[in-house]
């Protein structure tokens, strides 16, 4: 898109422009009159976000008329069942508050392609899960491009994957047996190999401003100094040289993942467009990929800026003039207290994204569980923000990433504790360094001394299941135990509770066959297997792992269905108890009680000043005065 050339005049501020108004009379009058009452309630707020983004590039009005059309004309594209669809869910904007639980998968690791996985639909079902979040599937990069997070075309889904036409497809299935698609949006950056990146690289003028350009050393010493290292070991430093420009273009992620200029206002406006585009195949929800880093400012660590939030609201703006039964759901991968602008929350207030990751939550939930203590899990709770109506938490155990340790330096903090040495002790463990541990991750990108980074590994491995055990070896039932205790929690504590893939089988890390195999690759491989089909095979073989795993997933996506208070916002609350092991957490009606210690106790619910409860993670419930908890054990209690 070009926004270069004669500008017509400028526009009253919040007016609908003649080119809108002559749109609106050409369609329609079903659809005008609905989109009328869309833009009167969100052309103000657009407005809010792109002028002080864009508002002093020239020919700002014909830019804003330009976003606005093309939303307008993505609005009238949209078949006549996802605008049914838009209208239900905007009369009940709480839909998706109502018992969603996900699973999350590489398309090729579940079934190939995207035609397979229309075909374990009844697999997700039997499951129990209702929100599949498909990892990139659109056209990458050639190898490597970052498990299809270099995106080569916004328009073309991956060829070896399938076509637009099965994703299509793909959607009306899902939607048939109501479950929503959630697709990756990369909106940080694209692959060198995008046709924006290729036309820059060759000098082209209307797409240099899409990325940002370096011209000295000096340049990019003054911006490192501030700016952290995602891989520092696989991909150190966030510039890459281009000899053709003899320059160097900012590279977050991957040199060859460049980010976009979101200054530049035609960046946005292609963003955007590609956003509607696909939410126009049938696409629920998407992940917006790496939120923080969309906005750069000099001497800051270019992360979370105001102005991200400014980006974001205005698509969420687009999204319900064009789309309004689509989610967005924020991947900031942040210290619980960046989060709560993600949600509206911060200076820049407005509604902005309906979910987010709480990846605090989830990493302090591996150090709970390698300290035998939740002491880290009730101070990323307590500094938990209530959401605003409409928005939710997505509680994980694993996914495909590593565990960011990082997130936790804040609460680390708090505690008076040393971050390194603290989460060091949590790496050590769960790869197994440490004496007597029973897990078999490794670390991730550990770089130099004093530094600690991630960690990686199937939730089985690192909860210690092992292959060559049957499942009811004493030492596997622990595994189980400890297994059951951090999906428990997930499913507890989440508005939208995701299983990554093979979780729900037990399934064991990446073989080093295969690691061997995927040379080069980063450790992330470690838990990116395919689906194991034995395993699959096995999951009604009673005394199977498999069988175990996946009876608990499909147990809790049904309790926490009938028997947890769903639909309105999920209030927390950690109550104090005199066991050192125990997370004792009240979520709205409901108590959850988390042994995180190997070793058993009982609570007296007098002890908590509650009353009898009903046992509530038994299938016939029972009235229960007192509970005893095994090591790693845990229980839902409810009136
Ligand atoms: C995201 O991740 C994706 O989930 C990763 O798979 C991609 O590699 C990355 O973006 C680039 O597209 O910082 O806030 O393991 O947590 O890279 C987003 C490190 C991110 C990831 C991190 C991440």
Redesign the pocket.
């Known amino acids: 898109m070009n926004f270069v050339g004669a500008c017509p005049p400028p526009q009253a501020s919040e007016s609908v422009s003649p080119s809108v108004s002559d749109f609106l009379q050409s369609i329609p009058p079903a659809r005008a009159t609905r989109l009328r009452e869309r833009l009167e309630r969100e052309l103000p707020r657009l407005r809010r976000c792109l002028d002080p983004l864009y508002g002093q590039t020239p020919c700002f009005d014909s830019f804003f008329d330009t976003v606005v059309l093309n939303a307008l004309a993505s609005a009238e594209r949209r078949d006549a069942e996802l605008w049914q669809l838009d209208l239900r869910r905007e009369a009940d904007p709480a839909w998706h508050q109502r018992g969603l639980s996900g699973y999350c998968t590489y398309v090729d690791k579940l079934a190939g392609t995207l035609a397979g996985v229309q075909q374990r639909i009844g697999y997700l079902r039997e499951l129990g899960v209702n929100y599949l979040h498909l990892?990139p599937f659109l056209k990458a990069g050639s190898a490597p491009n970052?498990?299809g997070?270099?995106v080569a075309s916004f328009d073309e889904v991956e060829p070896a994957l399938g076509t637009l036409a099965d994703l299509r497809s793909l959607c009306r299935a899902l939607r048939q047996s109501d479950i929503s698609l959630c697709s990756d949006f990369?909106l940080?950056?694209v692959s060198h190999e995008h046709a924006w990146a290729r036309a820059a690289r060759a000098g082209d003028p209307r797409y240099l401003p899409y990325f940002h350009w370096l011209a000295s050393e000096a340049e990019v010493q003054a911006r490192e100094q501030h700016l952290v290292q995602?891989?520092p070991a696989t991909a150190p430093g966030n510039f890459t040289w281009i000899a053709e420009r003899q320059a160097w273009v900012w590279t977050?992620?991957?040199p060859y993942?460049w980010d976009l200029n979101y200054a530049h206002p035609a960046v946005f406006a292609d963003m955007a467009a590609a956003l509607l585009n696909l939410a126009n195949q049938g696409v629920d929800a998407f992940r917006l990929?790496?939120?923080?880093?969309l906005w750069k400012r000099a001497e800051t660590n270019c992360m979370n800026q105001p102005e991200v939030h400014l980006i974001v609201q205005a698509l969420r703006s687009l999204c319900a003039i064009a789309a309004p039964g689509v989610l967005l759901k924020a991947?900031?991968?942040?210290p619980t207290q960046d989060l709560p602008p993600y949600f509206g929350l911060g200076p820049v207030a407005g509604p902005e994204c309906h979910l987010a990751y709480h990846?605090s939550l989830m990493a302090a939930s591996w150090v709970a569980l390698t300290e035998e203590s939740p002491q880290l899990i009730e101070e990323v709770l307590r500094n938990t923000p209530e959401l605003p109506v409409g928005a939710s938490w997505l509680s994980y155990v694993r996914?495909?990433?590593?565990i960011?340790w990082n997130v936790l330096r804040p609460e680390l903090l708090a505690l008076g504790a040393d971050p390194v040495a603290r989460l060091d002790r949590a790496a050590a463990f769960l790869a197994g360094e440490t004496p007597g541990s029973y897990a078999r991750g490794a670390r991730?990108?550990a770089s130099a001394p004093g530094t600690v980074h991630?960690s990686n590994g199937m939730t089985a491995a690192l909860v210690g299941l092992r292959p060559d055990l049957p499942a009811d070896h004493p030492e596997q039932q622990k595994a189980l135990r400890r297994l059951e205790l951090m999906m428990s929690l997930c499913f507890f504590v989440g508005g939208l509770p995701l299983i990554y893939m093979g979780d729900e089988l037990g399934q064991d890390n990446t073989s080093a066959a295969e690691m061997h195999a995927r040379q080069g690759a980063d450790g992330?491989e470690l838990h990116r297997p395919y689906l194991d089909e034995k395993s699959l095979a096995s999951r009604h073989q009673a005394a199977t792992v498999a069988a175990h795993a996946f009876s608990l997933l499909q147990r809790l996506n049904r309790q926490r269905r009938a028997r947890l208070s769903l639909g309105g916002p999920i209030r927390l609350q950690v109550l104090a108890s005199r066991h050192p092991g125990l997370l004792v957490l009240q979520r709205n009606q409901e108590v959850g009680l988390f042994n995180f210690s190997a070793t058993p106790c009982r609570l007296h619910l007098s002890e908590l000043g509650k009353p009898a409860l009903q046992n509530l993670s038994q299938e016939e419930s029972q009235t229960v005065a007192s509970v005893h908890l095994e090591g790693h054990g845990c229980v839902w209690l409810g009136a």
């Open positions: 990892l970052d498990g997070f270099a990369v940080n950056h995602i891989f977050t992620f991957y993942q990929d790496s939120t923080g880093f991947e900031a991968i942040m990846s996914c495909h990433d590593d960011g991730f990108q991630g992330r």
